[in-house]
């Protein structure tokens, strides 16, 4: 049997002290998680996590920063995510871009307000980002590279 883990991007943005979170009906209830998802076949790590900002928030996001590379483990559910958290800017909105199925709603959240919904954060890694986010770990795109082969 061959294992594999899910490799996921999340976008981990910050605007006036509030952090952007959507809300989420998932298979085990209503969650908080940064805009987050799949990488897709012959995706680039960039376009995945702009991609999936778009489709969950009607933002559009320029990374400029990688904040972290986080693998954590689902035991209940056997499986394992590696994901990729960056950072960068807003460069536009559209308040008439239909939301991906399953997102009910976007939040602009202080810190408090994050960790007071804690029992609702989709995983561990919606802290664990904000929380590097806020320790001021950056670091250069230049160290992820995509090749086609």
């Known amino acids: ?3 594999k883990p899910n490799v996921t991007v999340a976008a981990v943005l910050e605007r006036e002290g509030h952090f952007l979170l959507v809300e ?6 209503v969650c908080f998680n940064q805009p987050a998802g799949h990488l897709e076949c012959r995706e680039s790590l960039l376009d995945a996590v ?12 320029q990374p400029q920063y990688l904040i972290g590379i986080y693998n954590c483990r689902n035991e209940a559910r056997d499986v394992t995510y590696l994901r990729f958290a960056f950072g960068g800017r807003i460069t ?4 008439n871009r239909r939301l991906d199925p399953g997102i009910l ?16 954060h989709r995983s561990p890694l919606v802290r664990l980002c ?14 992820l590279n995509h090749c086609s082969a």
């Open 50 to 61: 702009i991609r999936e900002t778009l489709e969950e928030t009607a933002f559009s996001f």
């Open 1 to 3: 049997m061959t294992w």
């Open 105 to 120: 709603a976007t939040h602009w959240l202080t810190w408090p307000e994050i960790l007071a919904r804690e029992g609702q």
């Open 130 to 143: 904000v929380e590097d986010w806020l320790e001021g770990k950056r670091y250069p795109l230049d160290l």
């Open 92 to 95: 536009g909105y559209d308040p």
């Open 24 to 29: 989420e009906e998932t298979d085990y209830g």
